[in-house]
Each structure stands twice: as C-alpha cells, then as structure tokens.
C-alpha cells in the first residue's frame, strides 16, 4: 500500500453508475467526558510483508476483518459481498452489507469524502458510493454503509458505536493482502474523527511499530506522554487530510545537505519513505559518497532499486550500521525540532542478507512531488497525531512493550 489518491461519487444503486468524472502519563482532565482510550495490538513489518495492520470485529454478530493502518487515507473500507469482483478474500470472509445500513449521499460524512464541486446528489437518498486509486495502480469502488464496530478500550471495556466505512465490491489490480483498510488521516470520514463526533475518544491518533514486528495503536489521549515528546505543528490545509508538517531542512550526519523547504506527509499506508526526484538523488548521492572505499557493493535483483552487499551476508540492519549515518529532518518552524532518521529509519536487510534503500523516487512510484514518510521512517517510535492541538509528535520507544496501566 502506497499513498492514496482518491475521487468519490454517489451511486444511486450498490453496483449501478459510475463516479463523476471529477510512556505514558494519562491526562485525567483533558479526558473526562470521553472513554478511555480505544488500543489495538498490531502485527505486521516492513520486510518482507510490508505492511502493519489490526484487526477488527464489525457486524452482529461481530466479525473479525484484518485492516492495513493508513494515516493517509481517509475512508476505511473491507472487502464486501455485494457481490464483489476482483476481491483477495474467499465469501466467508467477505463482509455482508445489510440493506437498511446504506449512508444516503445527504449524510455530512459522505460530504466529507468528497469536495463541495463534486458532492452533488441527484437524489439526496441515493447511496454514498466511492472510488479510491493507489499509487501502486490498484483501486476500489463501492458504497458507504454503517454497522457496528466492537472496540476495545484501555480500561478492557468495550464499545460498540455503529461507525460510517466502506464497503468495496470492485477491486481492479488488488494488492493488498488484508480484508480492508483503518483510514486515519484528518478526514471527518476518518474512525478517528466519528469516535470523537461521538463523544467516545478525543481525536488523537497514536502509533508505536516496532521494526522486529507487531506493535500497538491507540485512539484517544489517554497515552499522550506530558513530557518526553517533540512536537511540530501540523500544516493547516482544508483541502488536504493528511497530516503534515514542514518546511524542514535535511541534515546528514548532522551537516546540512542543501535540501531545504520539505513539506512531509507522515502515511502508514506507505511501506517505504518517498522523496521528490531531485531530493531523492541527493539522498542517494550522499549515502554513495558516503560509502566510498568502505567494503560495500552494488548488487541488482533485489527488492529495491538500490542495494548493496558485504563480504559475507548481513542479518540485521543493525550490522550494517556501521557503514551508514544518520539523516535528520530538521523541521524550520521550530528550534530544534528534529527527526532523527538512523540507518534503522531507511534501510532492510533482504532474505538473501543483502541490504537495501527504503528511500524511494517519489516520482517514480506515481507520487509527483510528495515527500512522504512511510512505515520504514516511522519504526521503534511513539507517533501521536494530536487533532485537538494540531500538533505531530514522536518519541524513542521500544514498540514491543505493552503502555503502563495495561
């Protein structure tokens, strides 16, 4: 899963028409008036599966659907029996839609999937239909239905609000392994943004992936640590839902690069980190200046465009890292905000004990000029993505550990 780009339409029958064209300190005052914090155990890793996901029980009777974390989409949607072509999923497994759960094109969350040009109903009650297109060329289409999400809470409580998502029967060129994705940008379609319309969580967006696998994901301010966490602004733009921050300037083993004025969008659903083509060949130009007359050499047939091998197989990141340094993303807005970006930030170990770049063109994989900064960048570090304050977080963490009170 890459970033998403997506176009939205209302479909006045399910498979009828076509879009238009167009550690942890809990702050007891700030959450009094909400549950506590909904936490998700997630597995999954960047090598070689590529992806984190958690999974969830929708349904009544509850069902279990395993969803792709992606804080760059807006819409969670599963597979559906609708039925559905082109789904990855055997029927048992598909989720069934329940005829009377349809959301109507008039509803606000089907506005919010769409921008005010495009959201025209020819019938306020038609369904809400959808289209989404990845980066990686594949695509969904299908309608808005709502039912029942059975959540677990912190305090080992459960909820059970009936949640706006997704309900996908045309999938073209699938690629993705799971039932689904969890959509957590800043969308008022997103999860997080109904659990907080709701009055169940505040609209707070923490996640901790570990790089040997597994991690957890909250929702809500129960885990926001008062102390310990850098902080940097979100970008405020009404028509973009990710979430954002910048201008930040590139640093290299603590020097400046020349690379300066990036805007970065931090995305789950991005296996690797992007870069646009001209910060990209810096990167690239710098880390070969770096390795020169080191016992390093280029090797093809691998994963990713740019590899490298040893004079005998590596089996961690962590034995290469003396061969590499560390980036930084030094965010201008603020003093000394930085992202510290070690090699464990950009770089794999293959099957074969190769070791590879997790820095990609962004040009190249059908993201323009997007900086993004994807699960391999986001590893071993408590991200929170703080809607009420507007504000991006990250701290050091050991992402195998369970939060304090759990």
Same mark, same amino acid.
């Given at each position: ?208 992936? #570990? @790089?040997?696998?597994? %991690?957890?994901?909250? =929702?809500?301010?129960? !885990?926001?640590?008062? $102390?310990?966490? *850098? ?21 290299? #083993? @603590?020097?400046?690069? %020349?690379?300066?004025? =990036?805007?970065?969008? !931090?995305?789950?659903? $991005?296996?690797? *980190? ?133």
């Amino acid at each position: 899963m890459v970033l998403s780009a997506s176009l939205h339409g209302c479909f006045a029958a399910i498979g009828q028409g076509q879009p238009p064209s167009k550690r942890n300190t809990v702050h007891p005052t700030a959450v009094n008036r909400f549950r506590s914090s909904v936490f998700l155990p997630v597995s999954g890793n960047v090598y070689p599966l590529g992806y984190y996901s958690v999974t969830l029980e929708i349904g009544n009777p509850p069902k279990p659907f395993q969803l792709d974390i992606d804080t760059g989409s807006d819409l969670t949607w599963v597979q559906c029996d609708a039925p559905c072509t082109g789904c990855t999923l055997p029927r048992d497994r598909l989720y069934k839609p329940v005829k009377d759960k349809f959301l109507a094109c008039k509803d606000p969350i089907c506005a919010a999937l769409h921008s005010s040009k495009e959201h025209q109903c020819r019938d306020p009650n038609d369904k809400c239909g959808f289209q989404l297109g990845y980066a990686d060329h594949g695509s969904v289409r299908g309608v808005v239905v709502s039912d029942n999400f059975r959540l677990p809470h912190a305090d080992r409580s459960h909820s059970d609000p009936l949640l706006a998502f997704g309900c996908g029967y045309h999938l073209q060129n699938p690629t993705l392994p799971t039932a689904g994705v969890l959509g957590l940008s800043k969308s008022k379609a997103s999860i997080s943004s109904q659990l907080r319309t709701l009055g169940i969580t505040q609209n707070v967006v923490g996640h901790c992936l #570990s @790089g040997q696998g597994g %991690g957890f994901l909250f =929702l809500g301010a129960d !885990f926001v640590p008062k $102390s310990g966490m *850098t902080w940097t602004p979100m970008l405020q733009n009404s028509f973009d839902k990710h979430y954002s921050s910048g201008p930040a300037e590139l640093l290299f #083993s @603590g020097k400046p690069t %020349g690379v300066k004025g =990036l805007n970065v969008i !931090f995305d789950t659903g $991005s296996t690797y *980190t992007y870069l646009s083509s001209k910060f990209y060949h810096t990167v690239v130009n710098l880390i070969r200046k770096d390795l020169s007359g080191k016992q390093l050499q280029d090797v093809h047939n691998e994963a990713l465009q740019i590899c490298w091998k040893g004079t005998r197989p590596f089996k961690s990141v962590r034995d290469v890292r003396k061969y590499f340094s560390t980036f930084a993303l030094s965010f201008t807005g603020a003093s000394n905000i930085q992202l510290p970006l070690p090699p464990e930030a950009y770089l794999i170990v293959t099957e074969r004990g190769n070791v590879c770049l997790g820095i990609l063109n962004s040009a190249e994989a059908g993201l323009g000029t997007s900086n993004v900064i994807g699960d391999i960048s986001l590893q071993d570090k408590l991200m929170i993505y703080d809607n009420e304050k507007q504000r991006i977080g990250w701290a050091s963490a050991d992402c195998t550990r369970k939060l304090s009170g759990l």
